[in-house]
């Protein structure tokens, strides 16, 4: 087992998503629940916690076709929303991987 880390660079987290670094920093100065930490430097540092933040925010608006407005407002008004992303995001990787596993089978 590694060991995780703390904090995340903004290019790490960019990577992960495979979006610009200035669309994070985008979202930052439109979403109240980005707060990353900043060092000495002013580089940014994102916790899992953030990172969890932006997937969502990346889900609702990538993926659902949210605008930012729609976005703020559903996790505004709806804190349960986040778990349902999570869920579905659970679910989508169980699903990747049968098919993976069916492709591997040879079916």
């Not at 349960?80 to 989508?92: P, Y």
């Amino acid at each position: 087992m590694g060991i995780e880390k703390k904090y995340y660079s903004i290019g790490e987290v960019a990577k992960e998503l495979d979006v610009a670094t200035s669309l994070i920093r985008f979202w930052e100065s439109q979403f109240t629940s980005i707060k990353p930490k900043k060092n000495k430097g002013g580089a940014r540092r994102y916790t899992k916690e953030d990172i969890e933040q932006i997937k969502t925010i990346y889900f609702l608006v990538k993926e659902r076709g949210y605008t930012l407005q729609g976005a703020k407002d559903l996790l505004e008004s709806s804190p349960s929303s986040k778990d349902k992303i999570e869920t579905i995001e659970k679910l989508k990787g169980i699903r990747a991987f049968l098919v993976d596993l069916r492709k591997q089978l040879g079916e």
